[in-house]
């Protein structure tokens, strides 16, 4: 038999202009096997895009990312930065500050479906705005939504026409956050069917398609492919193990009343260890399916080496242990939370407790007041 058409000459996307690869679903220029036996072949983000108006999230890589960043300082525009508000510092796009210029950052929290309904938005709101700041970007303004509820995106639609003035619209985002899926609400709510509203394009500089989207007043908003965030918990664990941290609904509270000396095994992916303070309450806001064990810190090393995988998952019994990083804490606040980058968080009521607290190397474990109602 020949060779295929991609291994005897590359083969580019007639939509985007990206070049066709058979092999890896999830990356840039996919196509299935079949796809070259047409006269005119175009990769599967696009074939979804012409046919059913739907933008596919791809990942691309840092430098990639950063070419794009450049481009974007040099422009007039609005950028709209979209994070999972479920895992914020997991979801953050590093250096986004340095490189937006002079432009405003609308700042949306999506995945706002997922926090325990005893939340006050404006709370959330307060602490997405204080954080971005220690992070070292001031937002033009916050906003929440759930691309998955509806509850909010045509509030941010409307304050995204309010503050771009004119001025074109790049929505940023790592992979995961639903920026492809606000993007695909936008064109359900405004657009119908009509064919020719997207459009594809080369973004200058790259080689990477970025999607346009046609506004009325002949400015575009324009969806960039995310980016990968290294550091993220989605990777120390199978497809199988990714759908059981990543949550599907509201979290609901799991509640233990722990004495020092006792651990909580957040799966076999994080633990935490009350070291040291009176008996208190510690409240779990984490994926409804996460198995949460309950042990005393004495066991708890020989526990993870002998059942990680098994009785602690994920991650996989193939994977067994993974390397863990301690993060220590003292709690000054009366309810504070531990924030787990990737999981959730537990939220801890008292004074003058020490937490000590494992999560894999490079993954963030975090402290901050409440986001709970006291």
Not at 20 to 42: C, D, H, M, W, Y
Not at 259 to 266: A, I, K, M, P, Y
Request: charge should be neutral.
């Amino acid at each position: 038999m020949g060779e295929s058409k991609v291994t005897s000459e590359p083969i580019f996307c007639t939509g985007c202009g990206v070049q066709i690869q058979t092999e890896n679903k999830g990356e840039l220029g996919f196509a299935p096997p079949s796809a070259l036996k047409r006269e005119v072949i175009i990769c599967q983000r696009c074939y979804r895009l012409t046919h059913y108006n739907e933008v596919q999230d791809v990942s691309l890589t840092d430098d990639d990312f950063y070419k794009i960043l450049n481009t974007i300082s040099e422009k007039k525009a609005l950028i709209v930065k979209i994070v999972d508000v479920f895992d914020f510092t997991g979801s953050w796009l590093p250096g986004l500050h340095r490189f937006a210029g002079g432009n405003d950052v609308l700042l949306v929290g999506n995945k706002v479906d997922l926090l325990p309904k005893l939340i006050n938005r404006n709370k959330v709101i307060n602490w997405m705005k204080f954080s971005s700041k220690q992070l070292g970007l001031t937002p033009k303004s916050v906003s929440l939504m759930s691309t998955k509820s509806g509850e909010g995106v045509l509030e941010v639609a409307s304050e995204i026409d309010e503050l771009r003035k004119g001025r074109d619209v790049y929505i940023v985002g790592c992979t995961n956050v639903g920026k492809s899926s606000f993007i695909n609400q936008l064109i359900k709510q405004f657009a119908g069917d009509t064919d020719q509203l997207i459009t594809t394009s080369h973004f200058p500089g790259t080689t990477l398609d970025v999607i346009d989207i046609p506004l009325d007043d002949g400015q575009t908003m324009f969806d960039t492919p995310g980016i990968i965030n290294h550091h993220q918990m989605a990777h120390y664990v199978s497809e199988a193990g990714l759908k059981t941290i990543t949550p599907k609904k509201e979290s609901k509270p799991r509640v233990y009343q722990l004495n020092s000396g006792q651990t909580l095994f957040l799966g076999g992916l994080a633990r935490m260890d009350f070291t040291n303070g009176e008996r208190t309450s510690f409240v779990c806001y984490l994926s409804n399916e996460l198995t949460i064990h309950r042990t005393k810190i004495e066991k708890a090393d020989t526990l993870y080496q002998q059942h990680a995988g098994t009785l602690l998952t994920p991650p996989e019994e193939e994977q067994g242990p993974l390397e863990m990083v301690k993060h220590t804490f003292k709690i000054s606040d009366q309810l504070s939370d531990i924030v787990f980058s990737g999981l959730g968080w537990i939220t801890v009521r008292g004074t003058g407790l020490k937490i000590e607290a494992y999560a894999p190397k490079g993954v963030g474990v975090s402290i901050r007041p409440s986001i709970m109602s006291s």
